[in-house]
């Protein structure tokens, strides 16, 4: 059965930071390309960040790129996200979904992937 498990989403005050993780079962994770996409409300769901299978390639929305991470621990077959100098404009739900294969040059097409996770929230807040 195949699924994907987000956590670590909370309440966070400006600037700060949080690490999301993207559990999977059902399936080894770093045969797949894993994402990172966002949802606010009222908003389209758009990507912030994928890992590639093959190589570990990374790929970052402008939005987030020097501020965000993402890592995988082939071991806990987890994907994670860092996120570091957070800003209020990152409020919003999180969520973990892989794909089979793709064209990285449009990473973020949400029709890539086939599997999503539940996700989490983030909010950022003073």
């Known amino acids: 059965h195949v699924q994907l498990v987000e956590s670590g989403g909370g309440l966070v005050h400006p600037g700060g930071s949080l690490r999301l993780s993207c559990a999977a079962s059902g399936f080894t994770l770093d045969h797949y390309v894993t994402g990172w996409f966002l949802q606010a409300p009222g908003k389209e769901r758009e990507g912030v960040s994928c890992?590639?299978?093959?190589?570990?390639?990374?790929y970052y929305a402008d939005s987030v790129k020097g501020r965000f991470t993402i890592s995988r621990d082939n071991a806990k077959n987890t994907v994670y996200l860092q996120m570091n100098s957070l800003k209020p404009e990152d409020t919003a739900i999180y969520y973990c979904?892989?794909?089979?294969?793709?064209?990285?040059?449009?990473?973020?097409?949400?029709?890539?992937?086939?599997?999503w996770g539940q996700g989490t929230q983030v909010t950022v807040s003073s």
């Open positions: 890992i590639s299978s093959i190589d570990g390639s990374t």
């Open positions: 979904a892989r794909a089979t294969s793709m064209e990285f040059s449009s990473w973020p097409r949400s029709s890539w992937y086939d599997y």
